[in-house]
């Protein structure tokens, strides 16, 4: 797929004026509010099922923090089916994968983007133990010391109902936003999918309604 047809999911920074721009913006400030003045300076999205539009969502809410002038850092968590580096149009030649396996400057893993105060850790090759990489003390570390240079950190992990990789995630996040595509979920798996939140100890902020109308 070319980059200028992904770029198009970028909305938010393609079409600032945009009404889908604007709900964008709203789902920020909404989730800056939604601690009780608690920080909230990670935020894990995850959905209950795989293709509900938590990488697309993920990076739009990233835009819009930029375009608030917040020093902004997207990780790709998604180890198993990676799509950061597609909507930003970056190499995954290295990423989290590799900074987990070979710990080092993280400085050495997080990318430039076009969007100035925008940055982003990829996922990197696929590795073959995804859950013990993202479960690891490094990644623990890694959250922690992106938490320190960055103003919000917003993570993109797999669906919840499959693998274990987004409620670890999830755990790890000061935040989880539970992305749910309309018509999709039923009431029944989006109820499993946030009492399996809550189990394993992640902190639900918020939930977004993805109509995808593709
Ligand atoms: N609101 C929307 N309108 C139109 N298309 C959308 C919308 N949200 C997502 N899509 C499209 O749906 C597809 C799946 O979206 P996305 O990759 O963001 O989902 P995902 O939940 O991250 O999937 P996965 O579980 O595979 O990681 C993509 O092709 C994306 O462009
Ligand atoms: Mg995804």
């Given amino acids: 797929m070319s980059r200028s047809i992904l770029k198009r999911n970028l909305i938010a920074e393609t079409h600032?004026?945009?009404?889908v721009s604007e709900a964008y913006r709203s789902l920020r400030a909404n989730l800056e509010f939604s601690n009780r003045g608690e920080a909230v300076k990670s935020i894990a999205f995850t959905s209950a099922l795989p293709g509900e539009g938590k990488s697309t969502i993920a990076a739009n809410i990233a835009v819009a923090y930029a375009q608030a002038n917040r020093r902004v850092l997207v990780i790709d968590a998604n180890l198993?089916?990676?799509?950061?580096?597609e909507l930003f149009g970056l190499s995954n030649v290295q990423g989290l994968s590799t900074a987990l396996t070979k710990p080092g400057e993280l400085s050495d893993v997080i990318q430039r983007t076009s969007i100035g105060n925008l940055k982003v850790i990829t996922a990197g090759p696929v590795p073959s133990?995804?859950?013990?990489?993202?479960?690891?003390?490094?990644m623990t570390n890694l959250l922690e010391s992106a938490k320190g240079?960055?103003?919000?950190?917003?993570?993109?992990?797999?669906?919840i109902m499959s693998v274990s990789d987004g409620l670890v995630v999830a755990s790890k996040s000061d935040g989880v936003v539970l992305v749910m595509q309309a018509g999709?979920?039923?009431?029944q798996i989006a109820l499993q999918a946030?009492?399996?939140?809550?189990?394993g100890n992640a902190k639900l902020i918020?939930?977004?309604?993805?109509?995808?109308?593709r």
């Fill in 16 to 19: 600032p004026t945009s009404t």
């Fill in 80 to 85: 198993r089916k990676p799509a950061q580096h």
């Fill in 129 to 138: 133990n995804p859950s013990e990489l993202l479960e690891s003390i490094p």
């Fill in 149 to 159: 240079s960055f103003d919000i950190v917003i993570i993109d992990t797999p669906s």
């Fill in 184 to 187: 999709k979920v039923k009431n």
């Fill in 194 to 199: 946030k009492a399996s939140l809550e189990y």
């Fill in 206 to 213: 918020g939930a977004v309604l993805n109509n995808v109308n």
